[in-house]
Every structure is written in C-alpha cells, then in structure tokens.
C-alpha cells in the first residue's frame, strides 16, 4: 500500500481538462502582448550614436573655450576643421604648438557623421588676442539630419538647427 506524504494512502484524482495549463490561445495573447511592448520601447529608444546636435553644440563650446584662451593668455589660438574632427593649436615661441589635453584635445566626430567645411574639406580659423577670427560655417551631417556651426566676424558662435 501507498503512502503519500501527508500520510493519506488516497490518489488523488486526475484534474479537470480545463485545469491542465494555458491555452493556445492564451500564449498567443501574451505573446502579442510581449511583442507590442518590445516594439514601442524600440521605437522611443535614442539613436545609440548620439545627437548630432550634441556634437555641434560639443564644437561650439571648444571653440568658445579656445576663444576666451586666446583672449585670457594673450596667445593667438587655431581652430582646424576637416571632414573627420577638429583640433586645436596655441601661438608659441617656436611656432604652432598642437594641444592635447582637455577641453583642447583633438575630437572626432560622432559614428556617421561628417563636417562640411568648404571645397577643401578643411579649414583653418585663427582667434587673435581680441577673439576675433575670419569667419567660418561648418555643417555637420549624417543620414538626413544637417546642424550648421556658425563663427562669425565679431567672435559669435551660433548652433543652428
């Protein structure tokens, strides 16, 4: 004779066909549901490169930075612009000196994106001991989406979108 753990030698009988699990049509109903879910949080998930306009708004800073520098220091500050990044140099006794620490390092910008800067595709701007530098525009492009860097005459930075 058999003995079950809580010490009754009953079986208990089989369930009824309605107690057995989920239905097919139950699963299905999760996984639509499961499905919809995952879709809506890819369609608001951020491009995993970044804001173009970041990278703008990250250039317009630097060049402000090394602006200011080159009023502050009395040194004449270089901004050069290509295709693929940018960079910064500062008037030295010997000539150019090409900067590498922070905020001057040279950057490149963001996956997929590229400057416009002219027919060359590089351009070179100079800020004086006043601030002032020839003027430059640079677009920044990827995909569709286009953000123009403005430098004008009379030392202005402008991001416009």
């Avoid at 239905?23 to 999760?30: N, S």
């Avoid at 970044?50 to 630097?62: C, K, M, N, T, V």
């Avoid at 530098?133 to 930075?157: E, F, K, M, S, Y």
């Amino acid at each position: 004779m058999r003995i079950s753990a809580t010490g009754s030698s009953r079986r208990r009988a089989s369930p009824d066909p309605g107690e057995r699990g989920f239905t097919l049509v139950e699963l299905m109903v999760v996984i639509a549901i499961i499905g919809l879910a995952a879709g809506a949080a890819m369609l608001t998930m951020p491009d995993g490169r970044g804001d173009l306009r970041d990278d703008a708004e990250r250039f317009a800073a630097r060049a402000r930075a090394a602006q200011d520098a080159a009023v502050i220091e009395a040194r004449d500050m270089a901004l050069t612009v290509s295709n693929d990044g940018y960079r910064f140099e500062r008037a030295g006794r010997g000539g150019w000196v090409s900067l590498r620490d922070k905020p001057f390092a040279p950057r490149q910008w963001s996956a997929g994106a590229q400057a416009i800067v002219g027919g060359a595709g590089l351009a070179r701007i100079v800020f004086d001991t006043t601030g002032t530098a020839a003027p430059l525009d640079v677009t920044l492009v990827r995909d569709a989406q286009r953000v123009r860097i403005r430098l004008d005459v009379n030392g202005a930075i402008r991001v416009e979108y």
